[in-house]
């Protein structure tokens, strides 16, 4: 993933709205917007170079508290369990420096198969708000 795009991230913010709908006919105009969802999935489990970027730049987006955690607890949650060792130093700086991403960091939930040391370093962030 070369650069982060501001369409790739707008689409994916519009689907989440679109989806979470509750009037079915809303919700069915999701479906043209899917392209970004799977974008973001495969970009994480591809454990692509540009990912934290793109996990920033979604997080600075969300509407709201309440979807930076559906982003911590998607998305960032997923990249955690497949490539969290490799991105951890990535994952911990942007934390640091980004007020948005932490939310969605405090957000992760860890399971006991989790690297101990891992779960600990980013929980220091805080309990999900």
Do not use: K
């Not at 501001?6 to 689907?15: C, D, G, H, I, K």
């Not at 970004?36 to 934290?52: C, H, K, P, Q, S």
């Not at 979604?58 to 490799?86: Q, S, T, V, W």
Request: glycine letters at 4%.
């Amino acid at each position: 993933m070369a650069s982060v795009s501001s369409a790739l991230v707008n689409a994916y913010w519009r689907y989440q709205a679109l989806y979470e709908n509750p009037d079915p006919t809303v919700r069915r105009d999701a479906a043209r917007l899917f392209w970004a969802w799977e974008r973001v999935n495969d970009a994480v489990l591809d454990g692509d170079a540009g990912i934290i970027e793109l996990i920033v730049a979604l997080a600075d987006a969300a509407p709201n508290d309440r979807a930076a955690c559906y982003l911590g607890c998607g998305p960032l949650e997923d990249l955690i369990r497949l490539h969290g060792a490799d991105f951890a130093d990535a994952i911990d700086a942007a934390a640091r420096r980004n007020p948005r991403f932490q939310t969605a960091l405090r957000c992760v939930w860890y399971d006991s198969e989790e690297d101990p040391e891992l779960v600990a370093r980013f929980q220091r962030f805080g309990p999900p708000p």
